[in-house]
């Protein structure tokens, strides 16, 4: 068990949908990231908050949004959903941008 | 970051020691090499991390060339829990967004 918890585990919806996936870095961690793992591409970087704040995106698409709350939480948002987006959604979380990441249990998200 | 190459699988007798080698011939002086495994569809699990010095922690030990152009990850002694896909990453360490970037990674079976 890493510390990291991502609620829901399993979420199954339909194109079009919009969903919102949850994490709940370790304590003391600032630092959180959200990663895409799907069949085709692999485990892939979406986006990093540090203490509230945007500090890196990666291939995150449009329809896709973030943020960190003051309690340090996440949210990764997903509209518009099609059939690709279904896929693995792990969140990590580490002290500092400089210490290791630690990964939650991910969220599978399937889109019918 | 550096691109790594890794073996994409291996096969290892249980209770024997694993070597998962990884090439980054293109690292530069400022970039750490991170392990990571993954366990089947579970969140990735940080292992060890080193800069030139050889490491050691409680899961594994890592052996990095003096020119830094390669790597060695060792499970001293696998387990049929070790099984898995095992991701060598090369990163820099900066206040700024530190994703990691996943290749392909080695997918590591142990057999009894």
């Known amino acids: 068990d890493s510390g990291v918890t991502q609620t829901p585990k399993h979420l199954i919806t339909a194109t079009g949908q919009r969903v919102t996936l949850r994490c709940s870095p370790r304590s003391g961690d600032l630092s959180v990231y959200w990663y895409q793992q799907s069949l085709d591409q692999g485990l892939q970087f979406l986006i990093q908050?540090?203490?509230?704040?945007?500090?890196a995106k990666g291939n995150i698409l449009e329809r896709f949004s973030a943020q960190q709350f003051p309690d340090l939480h996440s949210e990764l948002n997903l509209s518009s959903l099609e059939l690709g987006d279904s896929a693995l959604y792990f969140c990590?979380?580490?002290?500092?941008?400089?210490?290791?990441?630690?990964f939650g249990p991910g969220t599978r998200l399937t889109v019918l | 970051d550096a691109k790594t190459t890794q073996p994409p699988s291996m096969d290892c007798a249980e209770g024997r020691a694993a070597n998962l080698p990884c090439n980054h011939s293109?690292?530069?002086?400022?970039?750490?090499v991170y392990w990571y495994r993954q366990i089947h569809s579970q969140g990735p699990q940080y292992i060890i991390h080193?800069?030139?010095n050889n490491e050691t922690n409680e899961m594994a030990s890592l052996i990095i060339t003096e020119d830094r152009k390669s790597s060695t990850l060792i499970l001293p002694h696998a387990t049929l829990r070790d099984t898995a896909v095992y991701y060598c990453?090369?990163?820099?360490?900066?206040?700024?967004?530190?994703?990691?970037?996943f290749g392909g990674g080695t997918r590591l079976m142990v057999k009894p």
């Open positions: 293109t690292i530069s002086g400022n970039e750490y």
């Open positions: 908050y540090y203490n509230g704040e945007e500090r």
């Open positions: 990590a979380s580490s002290v500092s941008p400089l210490n290791e990441q630690f």
């Open positions: 990453i090369v990163r820099v360490l900066d206040n700024a967004g530190n994703m990691l970037t």
């Open positions: 080193g800069l030139k």
